[in-house]
């Protein structure tokens, strides 16, 4: 039986997340990738919601449940960083599980149901972290709370891709920041991936943010000005905070995001192009029978 292209965008995107799904740092922006990718293709999001949460669920709970990596501890990982980066984007997808096509409503049972699942996860979590040599923290419950209140907050405030444009950015900045020793030093590969598909993701998602402004249609030069706008700006941003914190501003990391960026402005740029300078087929007049 021949795969939809859906199943196809999702199999290429948990392939690419593959070699770094027990690496803490890129893991968690491969598999939100997933779910952009699957639904840019799948109209019905509460089936890929319900997909990626499968397997982005379990491979969290894994990633508590195992003692930390020496990798993790050498490269001294934020944890609480960590844990609101993990209960945003748990958030984010429980949501989309419960109510796919509306913003949060405080007074909605969905919005209940979502801060009750997570909360009590969270819980559990912690509560479970003692049994397996690991630490029982109350401030990683509290960092978890507040991962879920951003993702809420943000759910409310935006429709679905500008508010998976918000949270891909702060993932995309919070993993480039997590730990105080430079990942390029530790995964070059992983670190070289991150970096050059997290920002064809979020400029993706930026992209079909603009879409529906009449003046931004590519291939038009407004257009080409506005679609790299939004991820140069975050990378500039992200580069700048990692020199303020002194691991330098990482040029290859830069090269390696503007190539990302670049891609898919010019796969959509391209596409736009070709659908403008296809002819268009006219329905013949009666007078020509």
């Known amino acids: 039986m021949a795969l939809s292209r859906r199943w196809k965008l999702a199999i290429v995107a948990l392939v690419l997340c593959c070699p770094s799904l027990f690496i803490p740092i890129p893991a968690l922006a491969y598999l939100i990738l997933a779910f952009l990718l699957w639904i ?39 944890d609480k960083a960590l844990h609101f980066l993990a209960y945003l984007i748990l958030t984010f997808l429980l949501w989309f599980v419960f109510n796919p096509d509306r913003k949060v409503r405080r007074r909605k049972a969905a919005f209940c149901w979502v ?76 670190n070289a991936m991150f970096h050059l598909f997290a920002y064809a993701g979020l400029t993706f998602l930026w992209i079909r943010c603009i879409s529906p402004v009449a003046s931004l249609k590519p291939p038009g030069p407004k257009w080409m000005m506005a679609a790299p706008a939004l991820p140069v700006a975050l990378l500039l941003a992200v580069k700048g905070y990692s020199a303020r914190l002194g691991r330098g ?13 670049a891609v898919v402005v010019g796969i959509v740029w391209a596409a736009s192009f070709l659908r403008r300078g296809r002819p268009k087929t006219q ?4 007078d020509d029978n």
């Open 115 to 190: 801060v009750l699942v997570a909360a009590i996860y969270g819980v559990v979590d912690e509560v479970l972290q003692g049994y397996v040599g690991r630490s029982c923290d109350v401030t990683d419950f509290g960092a978890d709370l507040v991962g879920v209140l951003t993702g809420l907050i943000v759910l409310s405030l935006f429709s679905f891709w500008p508010a998976a444009t918000v949270v891909l950015g702060i993932v995309i900045f919070g993993l480039s920041n997590v730990a105080r020793v430079n990942p390029a030093e530790l995964l070059p590969l992983t």
């Open 249 to 261: 501003f990482g040029i290859q990391e830069v090269i390696l995001s503007l190539a990302g960026i």
């Open 283 to 286: 329905e013949p007049s009666p």
């Open 40 to 78: 840019s293709s799948n109209p019905e999001r509460r089936t890929a919601a319900l997909v990626v949460l499968a397997v982005y669920w379990p491979t969290l709970f894994i990633l508590a449940h195992i003692p930390i990596p020496r990798l993790v501890r050498s490269a001294e990982v934020s």
